[in-house]
């Protein structure tokens, strides 16, 4: 995955009318992936997406690690969700066109011939 959070700290991005937007840290996106695998693991997760309920569990996994947090689930994860979908739909997008594919250097930087 990529992140672009170099500190723990939320930072805000902008400002629209009176809400802030929240941005993640990089710890708080690492336990959300690590709930996310242990529902698939203890079978929460079906051909049609998720049971009922995993995002009360998503949000319990993230108050444990962080007491004070005010993230919630249907708000936040499920917007966060969203955007890693939206980033995988592009990423899987420009990787299927022929020519294009990550580098052997391990760097994770995107590769194309010159006729692409």
Request: charged letters at 30%; hydrophobic letters at 35%.
């Amino acid at each position: 995955m990529f992140f672009a959070v170099l500190n723990d700290s939320p930072r805000q991005k902008f400002r629209k009318g009176e809400r802030s937007r929240r941005m993640w840290t990089l710890r708080e996106e690492e336990i959300l992936v690590a709930s996310l695998l242990e529902l698939v693991a203890r079978g929460w997760k079906s051909d049609n997406g998720f049971r009922a309920g995993y995002l009360s569990k998503i949000e319990d996994s993230l108050r444990s690690e962080f007491p004070n947090t005010n993230l919630k689930g249907t708000l936040h994860i499920t917007s966060k969700i969203s955007a890693w979908k939206k980033s995988y739909g592009s990423l899987i997008g420009i990787l299927g066109r022929t020519g294009i594919g990550f580098n052997t250097d391990g760097d994770h930087k995107i590769d194309y011939c010159d006729e692409q």
